[in-house]
């Protein structure tokens, strides 16, 4: 995924039915933001709505599959909203995916789903901002965000909120940061900065490495003289399994970091997959991960259907689902109209409670789980409701 800055970027920066899932919280609030875009809709007919995925992409052709797959059962569970769904090929190319944008438009969409990939969201979203039509992107990239353009994908500031915060209820209070030098690696570090800033937890140290191996092992003895000069107690990882973590998870206990003496934790699901749960050096980890019932009923009632188990993404195709049939069934004309698409009550989906806000991320109720014994276990419930959650 590129990063790149939108031109709406720059300028702000300056469980036992699925079709329950659907229902949004606090139907009658329409608490929102008071500016916004988006077409009115007619309530007497169904909703035109505009999928847009790389169905013919050599790389995410099955991610696109498993995406539609999972908009059209989303579908199939309203209750009185009735949506008329059209799906565009993006071929993986941010300039096709501006011009199926622009057809969708043109042949009717009040709003479109999708492109998957950032850059392709930014020039889906661009490409219609005068036509005043509102994009849910499934990137999880805040900074093509804003505008008519809004992001499903989970965010790392999203994540390490949830972590940082709880890592702090539980009495930790300096930290140091391992991180890749990259794009990803360093957002990860700013987003768990940012966390620490708002929580009592100070961050003693950052470490970063190169993609290498001989990086990562380079970087690991750096690590612990910092965590032993500043008494560290929480050691906040941001790569995942197709990175450094399963590397990090050996060398840095084998360096003397015990993680029964010093709190690991990472922005990344260290259950993905599933044999990382083995790894020594993640047990008694924390990291934060969707309501898992509310997804394993979605991923049950998927592979019913479709005979195969959903992408990790696809429940974000249902979300998005969730949040215009939510918002048409409550009879408001405005129902996919940024005034209604950020409403502070939110709502619920198959990876739990989500927002938008004003500025295009989103927000989402994360549990906190940790790996005892080779297992998951969740230590820390996602909250049922914003009102409740802190957020």
């Known amino acids: 995924m590129t990063f790149r800055l939108s031109r709406f970027t720059k300028k702000i920066l300056s469980v036992p039915l699925i079709g329950s899932l659907l229902l949004f919280i606090s ?151 391992i991180y890749p030098d990259t794009v990803e690696g360093r957002l990860g570090r700013a987003a768990l900065d940012a966390a620490t800033k708002k929580s009592n937890i100070r961050i003693v140290a950052t470490q970063s490495f190169s993609f290498t191996q001989e990086s990562v ?70 990291f934060a991960v969707p309501e898992t019932a509310r997804y394993e009923v979605f991923s049950d009632h998927y592979f019913a259907e479709y005979r195969e188990k959903p992408h990790p993404l696809a429940g974000l195709a249902f979300d998005a689902i969730s949040a215009v049939g939510a918002l048409a069934q409550s009879g408001y004309a405005n129902a996919v109209t940024t005034k209604a698409l950020t409403r502070k009550s939110g709502f619920s989906g198959v990876d739990g409670i989500f927002r938008f806000t004003a500025a295009g991320t989103n927000q989402r109720g994360l549990a906190i789980a940790q790996i005892s014994d080779s297992q998951v276990n969740i230590i820390d419930d996602a909250p049922q409701s914003f009102n409740r959650s802190g957020m």
Request: proline share 5%; with cysteine.
């Open 217 to 286: 092992v380079n970087s690991v003895p750096l690590v612990r003289a910092a965590a032993k000069i500043y008494d560290a107690d929480l050691l906040l990882l941001t790569s995942n399994s197709a990175g450094a973590l399963p590397l990090l998870a050996q060398l840095l206990p084998e360096a003397g970091l015990n993680p029964k003496k010093i709190q690991y934790a990472g922005l990344a699901r260290w259950d993905i997959p599933a044999q990382n749960i083995n790894l020594p050096g993640l047990q008694g980890g924390w």
């Open 27 to 177: 139907a009658c609030e329409m608490q929102t933001s008071s500016v916004g875009t988006g077409q009115l809709i007619n309530l007497e007919e169904p909703i035109p709505v505009a999928l847009l995925v790389p169905k013919t992409s050599r790389n995410a052709s099955s991610v696109a599959i498993s995406l539609e797959n999972a908009t059209r059962l989303a579908i199939s569970q309203l209750d009185t909203a009735k949506i008329q769904l059209k799906v565009y090929d993006t071929y993986g190319s941010s300039k096709i995916a501006a011009n199926q944008a622009k057809l969708a438009v043109k042949e009717g969409a009040k709003i479109i789903i999708g492109p998957l990939f950032g850059d392709a969201a930014n020039e889906a979203g661009i490409a219609v901002s005068g036509e005043n039509v509102n994009v849910l992107s499934f990137s999880n990239n805040p900074t093509v965000a804003g505008g008519n353009l809004f992001i499903l994908g989970k965010t790392f500031e999203n994540t390490a909120e949830r972590l940082i915060k709880f890592a702090a209820s539980k009495g930790k209070r300096r930290a140091v940061i």
